[in-house]
């Protein structure tokens, strides 16, 4: 376990992120709005939870208060909601920049009590893991949607990027 196999599982994560997008710009204004009966309800609603998600985390590793989370009923402009997520994603990227292999293993986090005794290496991959979870489920909302979507499966991330495919914006 080091620093730099987590900046590559958080440019696989920040990729498939983006990739959602990639099917998101398909969607009508109803379709990304829709309430549906699985998981958070609609894309919206997903796509506001897992920014927002990664934000508190990141902020709680960064010993730093974070800002107001977004609420999917007050915002509905996927733009707005993309720059937000953009600006969350620099916020990771400077964090991982600084990861080191011995802050692994630290406990940066007080508050909340039951999250003190988490390491760094632990929430690492329960970001990873939480932002797996809800692509899924988005994934499966876009496919009874009608849209053809795509795997997000760390392998093929590997794979391509190992081919020079993987190309994010």
Same mark, same amino acid.
């Given at each position: 376990?080091?620093?730099?196999?987590?900046? !590559?599982?958080?440019? =696989?994560?920040? +990729?498939?992120?983006?990739?959602?997008?990639?099917?998101?710009? =398909?969607?009508?204004?109803?379709?990304?709005?829709?309430?549906?009966?699985?998981?958070? /309800?609609?894309?919206?609603? !997903?796509?506001?939870? &897992?920014?927002?998600?990664?934000?508190?985390?990141? *902020? $709680? &590793?960064? /010993?730093?208060?974070?800002?107001? #989370?977004?609420?999917?009923?007050?915002?509905?402009?996927?733009?707005?909601?993309?720059?937000?997520?953009?600006?969350?994603?620099?916020?990771?990227?400077? =964090?991982? +920049? /600084?990861?080191?292999?011995?802050?692994?293993?630290?406990?940066?986090?007080?508050? #909340?009590?039951?999250?003190?005794?988490? $390491?760094?290496?632990?929430?690492?991959?329960?970001?990873?893991?939480?932002?797996?979870?809800?692509? +899924?489920?988005?994934?499966?909302?876009?496919?009874?949607?009608? &849209?053809?979507?795509?795997?997000?499966?760390?392998?093929?991330?590997? =794979?391509? *990027?190992?081919? /020079?495919?993987?190309?994010?914006?």
């Amino acid at each position: 376990m080091n620093a730099d196999a987590f900046r !590559q599982l958080y440019d =696989y994560h920040f +990729a498939e992120n983006r990739n959602i997008w990639h099917h998101v710009i =398909y969607l009508s204004y109803q379709q990304f709005v829709q309430e549906v009966n699985y998981s958070l /309800g609609s894309v919206r609603n !997903q796509i506001v939870h &897992l920014m927002n998600v990664d934000e508190v985390w990141f *902020c $709680a &590793l960064l /010993g730093i208060e974070p800002p107001v #989370p977004y609420q999917p009923a007050d915002i509905d402009d996927r733009a707005a909601i993309r720059a937000r997520w953009d600006s969350v994603e620099q916020m990771m990227r400077g =964090y991982l +920049a /600084g990861l080191r292999d011995d802050m692994l293993f630290e406990k940066p986090i007080q508050e #909340p009590i039951e999250d003190r005794n988490l $390491a760094v290496w632990q929430v690492l991959i329960h970001v990873i893991n939480h932002g797996t979870d809800h692509r +899924a489920q988005i994934l499966r909302i876009l496919h009874d949607f009608g &849209l053809k979507t795509t795997s997000q499966d760390f392998i093929f991330y590997v =794979y391509d *990027c190992s081919l /020079g495919l993987n190309m994010s914006d």
